[in-house]
């Protein structure tokens, strides 16, 4: 990687006392940290207020828990606000794929019936729909989406899947494997035409855009809050602002069980809610030290360098193109084409995770797609391009070497 490439980078983000930006998470400094689309990382600050309130809850549980509904209801509203929907349409939920079971669990059903799903969908919620089809004695069908596919591709792909007995679309806002955008508003606005229940994945949006759920006439729409928004892991949104939403109720029936969307997701027993609690804490750090459009504006510079000198550098290793033309690329993450075989299966990508993991010290998203394997770079407020640098410059040998090896 020659000098000019070093000089498309942006300048590292700081803390108002000149600290860099990383010293406001406690991430393993001995480990580069390229993956933050697959769990995220929570704020000192965020982190801090948490165990506040774990020592709130453990020091007076009598008092904690009945007090807790009102509580979460405050949080809501708080992320309502961040992500620019009514606080009555949402209810907190553990993560995306919570949301997405709840979901299934409430959508009317359709005896025989067909679930529309694309092969970019994220695994554990397709296994869900897959679940659900086998409960109607119907099936799921597989709308297949070029991982090239513009907007009109993608969206003539999706809905010349569906037919008289789809009972439910479930579609990808941001895809996981692939780092792509779908459209969903378009999408949505066929099926509401025809009657069609959508589900919308947005597992990786909330941070990622500053409005996101304007214009898409979904009927549900999840989306995790411990990814780009930093919040503490397990704490994600159920979006629902059609009629279908009195039909979904939280996986655990407790005191709020009669009440309405989204109240009975308020209540739920014992369980540590301090995560949703402590939620608009870690969005409102990113807002306060920077702002979340000068935020999303350096992660997105800072994946195009990324995603620039890693490619160069494979494709420098190996004589061939390892770019990706993805269809609707991401602001925050990108796909860099992995030399063959590696990661050729989604074993093989986790495995080779575990690997690079152990014996490179680094932390990355390696995912499989149609047979290939790709290096799924992401970046956060945290990264500099120095992380990515010394990816391109130590590890792409050594991932180039094992690819001979197989």
Not at 2 to 24: I, M, Q, S, V
Not at 38 to 54: H, N
Not at 121 to 139: L, P
Not at 324 to 341: E, I, K
Request: aromatic share 8%; glycine share 8%.
């Amino acid at each position: 990687m020659n000098t000019t490439d070093r000089t498309t980078a942006p300048p590292p983000l700081e803390l108002a006392d000149g600290r860099p930006a990383a010293a406001a998470w406690s991430l393993d400094p001995s480990v580069k940290h390229l993956n933050h689309g697959s769990f995220g990382a929570v704020p000192l600050l965020a982190q801090e207020e948490q165990d506040r309130l774990r020592r709130c809850m453990e020091a007076s549980p009598v008092q904690w828990f009945p007090a807790l509904p009102r509580k979460v209801a405050a949080a809501r509203s708080a992320v309502a606000r961040f992500l620019r929907v009514a606080a009555d349409d949402l209810a907190l939920v553990p993560n995306a794929s919570a949301g997405a079971s709840v979901v299934y669990a409430g959508v009317p059903e359709r005896s025989g019936g067909e679930v529309v799903v694309t092969d970019h969908g994220y695994g554990a919620v397709t296994m869900g729909a897959e679940r659900m089809a086998r409960r109607w004695g119907g099936r799921v069908r597989t709308a297949r989406v070029p991982l090239d596919a513009d907007a009109d591709t993608a969206y003539a792909c999706v809905t010349g899947a569906l037919g008289e007995k789809t009972g439910l679309i479930v579609l990808d806002h941001i895809t996981s494997a692939t780092a792509r955008w779908m459209p969903v508003a378009r999408i949505a606005a066929e099926a509401r035409r025809r009657g069609i229940p959508v589900l919308v994945d947005g597992a990786h949006v909330p941070g990622l855009v500053d409005d996101p759920l304007t214009g898409i006439p979904c009927d549900f729409w999840v989306g995790n809050l411990h990814k780009f928004g930093c919040a503490p892991r397990g704490t994600a949104v159920l979006v629902a602002r059609t009629g279908l939403r009195e039909r979904v109720h939280p996986l655990i029936d407790s005191w709020g069980a009669c009440e309405p969307f989204p109240d009975r997701f308020d209540a739920q027993g014992t369980v540590d809610a301090t995560s949703y609690l402590a939620a608009p804490v870690a969005l409102g750090f990113i807002q306060d030290t920077w702002g979340w459009e000068k935020a999303r504006s350096y992660m997105r510079a800072l994946a195009d360098h990324a995603e620039r000198i890693v490619a160069e550098a494979f494709s420098d290793l190996t004589g061939q193109d390892c770019r990706v033309d993805v269809g609707m690329p991401v602001g925050a993450m990108r796909l860099v084409r992995l030399p063959a075989p590696l990661a050729a299966s989604r074993a093989e990508a986790d495995a080779l995770r575990d690997r690079v993991g152990r014996e490179l010290g680094v932390a990355a998203a390696f995912t499989s797609f149609g047979g290939a394997g790709y290096l799924r770079l992401s970046t956060h407020v945290y990264n500099t391009a120095a992380d990515f640098e010394h990816f391109a410059e130590r590890c792409v040998p050594v991932l180039g070497a094992w690819a001979r090896e197989r």
